[in-house]
């Protein structure tokens, strides 16, 4: 990885061997929000499915997504709790988020590997809805030790 990368390799590594996030997003009034997502990497990006888990409203109008069009920048955490606090450790990406639509080649790719993560998603349409593309621009990934 070239020095001046958003995230080292330490860093997509401890990524890919998590399995839930948790999303920041900014309303258009600047209000924050958070919640929590599967997702899938590449090396390059973040991909997060708006899959069919329920919802109360449709998946172009959940809040993330209403966000994230106002304002594309998000933040990533990843994050690990143990009573030894040696043991914390949390890496924090922010990024560029958009929505990848269906029937492109990096939604089809995204959906490949979201659905080789989870298997939940091989019973799940996620290939029928957008998927969220976050791309790093900065990234702190912080172990309690070395």
Known sequence: MPADAPLDERAWRYLANH?????????????PSLVPIC????????????????????????????????????????????EDWSQL???????HA????????????AVALLRAKYAQYR????????IICIRPTRGYLWKGSP
């Open 123 to 130: 019973a799940m349409a996620i290939e029928a809805q957008p």
């Open 19 to 31: 399995r839930v996030a948790h999303l920041a997003t900014t309303d258009v009034d600047g209000r």
């Open 98 to 109: 958009a929505l990848l639509e269906p029937s492109t080649p990096d939604h089809a790719a």
């Open 39 to 82: 997702y899938a990497d590449d090396g390059r990006a973040i991909y997060s499915a708006l899959d069919q888990k329920p919802k109360r409203v449709a998946p172009a109008a959940l809040q993330r997504v209403r966000n994230l069009r106002a304002h594309p920048e998000v933040a990533l955490l990843v994050d690990d709790y143990a």
């Open 89 to 95: 450790a949390y890496l924090l990406v922010r990024g």
